[in-house]
Nanobody, 124 residues
Framework: QVQLVESGGGLVEAGGSLRLSCAAS????????MGWFRQAPGKERDFVAT????????VYANSVKGRFTISGDNAKNTVYLQMNSLKPEDTAVYYC?????????????????WGQGTQVTVSS
């Protein structure tokens, strides 16, 4: 079992950047497919990005492609989401998730473990 703790959210102006961190404990994140999701008020939880357990190619939602980057640091057992060129529509609670799967998972229901979420607010 793995425990996930997100950090790095906050308030930023449009065009700015933030880096979210997801610290894993209990097991190495390399044992899991890792994903980032977000949920705005009154909306469903949406896929943002994933890095597969194999460490292969990352996958992004079209809405963030070219602006966000998911990466992992084995030594720190941490997964990051670098967010650049932020837009007001990126405002949401961002969640880190893990699944003991070798697949490329873009659906939130396929993930077993979740962090508590971190708020990202982008002002216009």
């Amino acid at each position: 079992q793995v425990q996930l703790v997100e950090s790095g959210g906050g308030l930023v102006e449009a065009g700015g950047s933030l880096r979210l961190s997801c610290a894993a404990s209990g097991r190495t994140f390399k044992s899991y497919a890792m994903g980032w999701f977000r949920q705005a008020p009154g909306k469903e939880r949406d896929f943002v990005a994933t890095i597969p357990r194999s460490g292969g190619s990352t996958v992004y939602a079209n809405s963030v492609k070219g602006r966000f980057t998911i990466s992992g640091d084995n030594a720190k057992n941490t997964v990051y989401l670098q967010m650049n060129s932020l837009k007001p529509e990126d405002t949401a609670v961002y969640y880190c998730a893990a699944a003991p799967s070798w697949g490329i998972l873009t659906t939130w229901t396929l993930y077993d473990y979740w962090g508590q979420g971190t708020q990202v607010t982008v002002s216009s």
